[in-house]
């Protein structure tokens, strides 16, 4: 294959995950081609956080300052008793945070932050971005990848060196895999699902919020039943909350109908603050939550998944976004530091995110566990957050936010 198609990389998926990588990739000196079955760029869900592990990402690859144009730095990560409203504990964020971490901690409506993302691809001459284009067809060959798609026009081909499969938790590529590689499998759903409403700051929901939380803060309610994660989002125009309940399969998509009964029944023995709250959000949209565990996350001709399409998690260590930016930096700087040997590159890339991707997994259990505990261990978890202190709190997670690629040099 000559230089000019190696250095030429397919993206399946126009979210967060594909844009990042297709600005990671001509940060590095690729062409990148992606291919969105959309028909234009739509960001699902509704608020989002970001951890200074991968604002600092978005800081290198341009996008950081478009996006506090809108985004909120929140003063802490505020942990609440649902019954009670009793304030359990308190993880500064703030400049605090940004000092500690050398990068911000920001909460943003996912729409804002898609936005800043394409705005920059838009200015990067190397990204071509097509979309109303579903995948159907991967001819697989050592590195040279041609993807075939859909498009109402007819098809086209595009092809490279490298096929990055940043396309979802119903990922295209990963279905197109499945059918040759038995490691390549269909996302699971949790049993969980996210209800979520973004409310006015200035509506009758918004007030009943700002009586009960911190409109500064990301608020975290803890329940056996159930929890609430709230947060100001545009600005500070709204809120968005989300919260989190055993459940039913409802749609195999991004939302469906679910019986609010469900949450409400989750909620019982909450403050009755917190639930007019509920009430007065509503309607809420359901959630199903869906994770995603592939034996591999690449294939040596050349295929590499990413985020959710890779390794889709429940949202209980708030890393999803911030895991898939991870994942579509440090694979575009594998590739490029070992243009020599793509197997070696994408075998390295897997290995090194691995521990890191388990890592997060065991504390978003380890976050459901503390936060849905009840009886003697829900007395034991707030004996232990009263008595360890803000600085104590902010040092656990500096595996986490303090994360930074590091360089990894062939001996």
Request: charged fraction near 20%; aromatic fraction near 6%.
């Amino acid at each position: 294959m000559d230089e000019a198609r190696s250095r030429q990389v397919v993206i399946a998926g126009a979210g967060i995950a594909g844009l990042t990588s297709a600005l990671a990739f001509a940060g590095r000196g690729y062409a990148a081609t992606v291919l969105e079955q959309a028909g234009q760029l739509e960001a699902a869900g509704a608020g989002i956080q970001l951890s200074p592990n991968a604002t600092r990402i978005l800081r290198q690859l341009g996008a950081l300052d478009r996006l506090r144009l809108s985004a909120i730095r929140p003063e802490a990560v505020v942990l609440k008793d649902a019954a009670t409203l009793r304030e359990l504990a308190r993880v500064p964020l703030g400049q605090a945070g940004e000092e500690r971490w050398r990068a911000p901690y920001l909460v943003a409506h996912r729409a804002d932050l898609q936005a800043a993302v394409a705005a920059r691809v838009a200015e990067r001459p190397e990204i071509q971005l097509v979309t109303g284009a579903r995948v159907t067809d991967i001819a697989v060959a050592p590195q040279n990848i041609v993807v075939t798609a859909h498009r109402d026009s007819g098809s086209m081909e595009a092809a490279g060196g490298l096929l990055v499969g940043a396309d979802g938790v119903w990922s295209s590529v990963r279905s197109q895999l499945a059918g040759r590689e038995p490691a390549f499998r269909k996302s699971h759903f949790s049993g969980e699902l996210a209800w979520r409403a973004t409310v006015a700051a200035t509506s009758a929901a918004g007030q009943a919020f700002a009586a009960i939380g911190t409109s500064d803060c990301v608020t975290t309610f803890l329940h056996p039943g159930f929890h609430m994660v709230a947060y100001p989002v545009s600005k500070g125009s709204a809120f968005n909350l989300a919260a989190f309940t055993k459940g039913e399969r409802i749609a195999e998509g991004w939302s469906g109908h679910a019986d609010p009964a469900i949450l409400a029944g989750a909620m019982r023995g909450t403050s009755a603050a917190l639930a007019r709250l509920a009430a007065l959000a509503g309607p809420w949209t359901a959630f199903p939550i869906h994770t995603v565990e592939q034996k591999h996350w690449t294939m040596p001709e050349g295929i590499a998944l990413i985020g959710d399409a890779a390794h889709a998690m429940t949202p209980f260590a708030a890393q999803g976004a911030a895991m898939a930016i991870e994942d579509a930096s440090m694979l575009a700087d594998l590739v490029a530091d070992f243009p020599a040997d793509p197997r070696q590159s994408l075998a390295m890339w897997e290995n090194l995110r691995r521990p890191r991707i388990e890592k997060v997994l065991r504390r978003g259990a380890l976050n459901r566990l503390a936060w849905h505990a009840w009886g003697p261990v829900a007395i034991a978890r707030n004996l232990v957050l009263a008595t360890r202190p803000a600085e104590k709190l902010a040092a656990d997670l500096d595996w986490l936010y303090g994360w930074e690629e590091r360089k990894v040099v062939r001996r």
